[in-house]
């Protein structure tokens, strides 16, 4: 049984999601794009299983690992593809992981997966349009047991504006079972609308507090290859990362209709 996460001191959120059920799968290759559309306007999400080519993912996880061993982050002994964690101290934000980070969305790959044909077209199919994939690409390291920098329930909203019909791809690089830490959606919670903020610990550092909207946390299991895509106003938050000495590898993408609005901030790297 996973241990829980220790309670933070902090006078910011820090809310530790316990998911209540299992994403619904949605299968792009046998149900029709009204299908589709219609459960992501109702359901606010869709999880796609084997969406991505593994190859490719393959290949980016192993360029994000070789950057994460460059830093001292991996152990020296263990296979690369792995992720194991060389139990050195959490690198200090500032001056130790954004040097890496700033190398990570350097990465052509990193940035031209994000316009693979397999989500370009199935946006396509979603948006009915022309579909801009915005250039903030994310990307982010989840360190084993680093409670204190576990993504916060938020809404994406509150980072990307411009059109709220702005859509989140998100998907490990490379299988991430629940204990590595993946991603929960707040069931149905994009009928809410935009909702305040507040400071949050963690990658982000704003948050949404859940504990009084009545509302089931789902999540999954995810394989290589699964993308779970979801509206901006989605509340969504990570999974603690309870393994021992695994890093978790996760990739966040943006996609709109070309025509709609969109902020300057979001044509920009991220963290400009």
């Avoid at 993912?57 to 690992?65: A, D, K, N, S, W």
């Avoid at 411009?162 to 993946?182: H, I, K, N, Q, S």
Wanted: proline share 7%; with cysteine; net charge neutral.
């Amino acid at each position: 049984m996973t241990a829980a996460a220790p309670q933070l001191e902090t006078d910011r959120l820090a809310e530790r999601i316990k998911p209540d059920a299992e994403f619904r799968v949605s299968d792009t290759k046998t149900e029709a794009p009204e299908v589709l559309r219609q459960r992501l306007a109702d359901e606010g999400y869709l999880f796609v299983r084997g969406l991505t080519d593994l190859t490719q993912l393959t290949e980016l996880r192993r360029q994000i690992l070789e950057l994460c061993r460059e830093h001292g982050w991996l152990a020296p002994h263990a296979p690369l593809l792995d992720g194991v964690y060389s139990g050195i101290p959490f690198p200090d934000y500032s001056r130790e992981y954004m040097p890496m980070y700033r190398k990570l969305i350097k990465l052509e790959l990193f940035n031209s997966f994000a316009r693979s044909q397999e989500l370009m077209d199935l946006f396509a199919q979603l948006l009915q349009g022309e579909v801009l994939c915005h250039p903030r690409t994310i990307a982010r390291v989840s360190f084993p047991r680093h409670y204190a920098f576990t993504t916060q329930p938020h809404q994406d909203f509150w980072y990307i504006r411009g059109t709220p019909e702005t859509f989140t791809a998100w998907m490990p690089v490379g299988a991430c079972p629940r204990e590595l830490g993946g991603l929960a959606l707040l069931e149905r919670s994009h009928k809410l609308g935009f909702l305040p903020h507040e400071k949050a610990i963690g990658a982000g550092g704003n948050g949404v507090r859940t504990e009084k909207l009545g509302l089931r946390w789902l999540a999954a299991d995810f394989r290589a290859g699964d993308v779970v895509l979801f509206h901006s106003y989605m509340i969504h938050g990570a999974l603690d990362n309870h393994t021992p000495d695994r890093l978790r590898l996760s990739l966040d993408y943006r996609y709109q209709l070309a025509k709609e609005v969109v902020d300057p901030s979001s044509l920009k790297p991220h963290y400009g």
